[in-house]
């Protein structure tokens, strides 16, 4: 019989769960590969990078109501860098539930994203978009080969208002970006202090129960004087 304790505790973790406006992409790094020091670099397409090190970004991103053009709202894009090739991660978006939008979230191979020609055009546009704001560019890495990909976010309003203002240009989303790598490549390391709480209350709560349950088992057992 699982302690009541312990169901309360499952009940709330099931609970924000339910209620937290996240979505996730699930991956495995892809191996490392050679990264040239001279000629086009990738600090060059003025993406946002996140890494083991920078594991969170928090932005404001722009949305977009879908239409035949942009199903799934607008496009940003980021670089995944420093990964531990072959291990798993996690990137997650998460955003308030006063913002109501629609993510989804994909992750690219570097050549996958160069031999498509969809996908290139699309990381251009939005390329060259981040070169005309004045932002300090993201620290290249200094390693000859490196595991890295590219991340796409895609952003859609989902509301309806009687304001056509904010129907005709949706406001922008406040949003965190956090890259969660895989402990074993089976928990991802955020979950770990939740699980371990949990794990030791479930323990102490059995050893309370047990002590409690002697306890009561032996007064009742206990010879009564006529």
């Given at each position: 019989?699982?302690?009541?304790?312990?169901?309360?505790?499952?009940?709330?973790?099931?609970?924000?769960?339910?209620?937290?406006?996240?979505?996730?992409?699930?991956?495995?790094?892809?191996?490392?590969?050679?990264?040239?020091?001279?000629?086009?670099?990738f600090?060059?397409?003025?993406?946002?990078?996140?890494?083991?090190?920078?594991?969170?970004?928090?932005?404001?991103?722009?949305?977009?109501?879908?239409?035949?053009?942009?199903?799934?709202?607008?496009?940003?894009?980021?670089?995944?860098?420093?990964?531990?090739?072959?291990?798993?991660?996690?990137?997650?978006v998460?955003?308030?539930?006063?913002?109501?939008?629609?993510?989804?979230?994909?992750?690219?191979?570097?050549?996958?994203?160069?031999?498509?020609?969809?996908?290139?055009?699309?990381?251009?546009?939005?390329?060259?978009?981040?070169?005309a704001?004045?932002?300090?560019?993201?620290?290249?890495?200094?390693?000859?080969?490196?595991?890295?990909?590219?991340?796409?976010?895609?952003?859609?309003?989902?509301?309806?208002?009687?304001?056509?203002?904010?129907?005709?240009s949706?406001p922008?989303?406040?949003?965190?970006?956090?890259?969660?790598?895989?402990?074993?490549?089976?928990?991802?390391?955020?979950?770990?202090?939740t699980?371990?709480?949990?794990?030791?209350?479930?323990?102490?709560?059995?050893?309370?129960?047990?002590?409690?349950w002697?306890r009561?088992?032996?007064?009742?057992n206990?010879?009564?004087?006529?």
């Open positions: 019989m699982i302690p009541k304790a312990c169901m309360t505790v499952l009940f709330v973790l099931l609970l924000a769960q339910a209620h937290a406006n996240t979505e996730k992409v699930i991956f495995v790094s892809p191996p490392a590969v050679s990264i040239t020091t001279s000629g086009p670099s600090e060059q397409l003025h993406l946002p990078s996140i890494t083991p090190e920078k594991s969170s970004l928090r932005l404001s991103l722009p949305a977009a109501f879908p239409s035949e053009k942009q199903p799934r709202g607008l496009d940003t894009w980021y670089m995944l860098r420093s990964l531990n090739p072959s291990q798993r991660y996690e990137v997650r998460c955003w308030a539930a006063t913002q109501p939008t629609n993510f989804w979230l994909d992750v690219y191979n570097i050549s996958h994203v160069f031999d498509t020609p969809d996908l290139i055009q699309r990381l251009a546009v939005f390329s060259e978009s981040q070169q704001i004045d932002r300090p560019e993201s620290p290249g890495s200094e390693a000859s080969e490196e595991s890295l990909l590219f991340l796409r976010v895609q952003a859609a309003a989902d509301f309806f208002s009687t304001n056509k203002t904010l129907m005709n949706p922008a989303v406040d949003v965190e970006l956090i890259l969660d790598p895989y402990l074993a490549n089976a928990l991802a390391r955020s979950l770990l202090p699980v371990v709480y949990v794990v030791a209350l479930a323990v102490g709560s059995w050893i309370l129960s047990g002590m409690i002697k009561l088992f032996s007064s009742t206990k010879p009564h004087n006529d």
